[in-house]
């Protein structure tokens, strides 16, 4: 096909095949030959050549090629047909890859004169494509008949669906990753800049090798030792007590005055005696 191709650019196609009648002028046709010629022993490898190198005309070397690389045998045939009817794709495939590898094997067999119709075509690639692309299928049957499915169109529907695809999962793949990210600075966020996860769990911790200086124990400082309350709140009893708690008694021995005095809280009693002397001066 590319050769055809190549020829047709330089208006020497025609020198392939017999001479047509309306080519009169021999010089004319010698140029386009000439050409067609040339072109052909540019194309062909090295080890190519030899197979041509006998061959005089543009006609002569073409046919020879048809018969070395295009030759219309049966086992040809079945070999390209079993390909083209057995052709799948798999769901991580390129489809316009997918797509050219059977506009190859259509225009292969045609070139072996065997013709694939349309609509057999539009079959070909709907039967092709992976089980994930069914509701593509059922949406264009159900819509139009097959009959009148126009290859091209399919293709373009096929690749649409594909294009589809690819966009929904950058943007499932966008998403996941802001998700993580979110995740990511909610952490460290908790942490705070000093990594750690919990202020107060870190405050806990250090404060096992705390000493209070009140009772010497670990693990408190004196404003929170247990010591301190228990004697406030014995001087909260002792400032409490009931006056009726109290009890004096006075003596005279005729010498000396003394007092003796007795102290009770409640709760707890306490005994005090206390002797007050006079000189009796006065």
């Known amino acids: ?17 017999d001479r047509p009648t ?19 022993h540019l194309a062909l490898a090295d080890g190519v050549l030899s197979s041509i190198a006998e061959k005089k005309t543009a006609k002569e070397i073409w046919d020879t090629m048809t ?7 049966l086992h040809n045939k079945i070999f390209l047909k079993r390909r083209l009817y057995t052709l799948r794709t798999a769901e991580s495939s390129s489809m316009i890859y997918h797509i050219n590898t059977m506009n190859t094997l259509f225009s292969q067999l045609t070139e072996l004169g065997y013709k694939i119709e349309e609509n057999e ?3 070909l690639l709907l039967q092709s494509l992976p089980d994930s692309y069914d509701q593509l299928i059922i949406n264009l049957t159900n819509n139009i008949l097959v009959e009148y499915l126009v290859f091209n169109d399919v293709a373009v529907a096929v690749l649409e669906e594909e294009s589809r695809r690819k966009n929904k999962e950058d943007r499932s793949k966008g998403s996941q990753q802001a998700e993580a990210l979110t995740m ?18 870190s405050k806990s911790r250090s404060r096992k090798n705390v000493k209070c200086y009140g009772c010497g124990k670990k693990g408190h400082v004196k404003s929170e030792c247990w010591h301190n309350k228990n004697k406030s709140g ?13 009890v004096a008694s006075t ?3 005729g010498e000396v005055l003394y007092s003796e005095g007795n102290t009770a809280a409640e709760g707890r009693k306490w005994f005090a005696d206390v002797w007050l002397l006079d000189s009796a001066a006065t």
């Open 1 to 17: 096909m590319k050769m055809r191709a190549i020829l047709m650019k330089d208006n020497c196609l025609l020198a392939i095949g």
């Open 22 to 40: 309306e080519i009169t002028d021999d010089n004319k046709w010698k140029e386009m030959e000439g050409n067609a010629v040339a072109n052909l």
């Open 67 to 73: 018969k070395l690389y295009e030759a219309k045998s």
């Open 121 to 123: 075509r539009v079959e």
């Open 184 to 201: 990511t600075r909610g952490r460290s966020t908790e942490r705070g800049p000093s990594g750690s996860h919990n202020h107060g769990r």
């Open 234 to 246: 014995d001087n909260r009893a002792l400032e409490s007590s009931s006056s009726q708690g109290c």
């Open 251 to 253: 003596s005279n021995d």
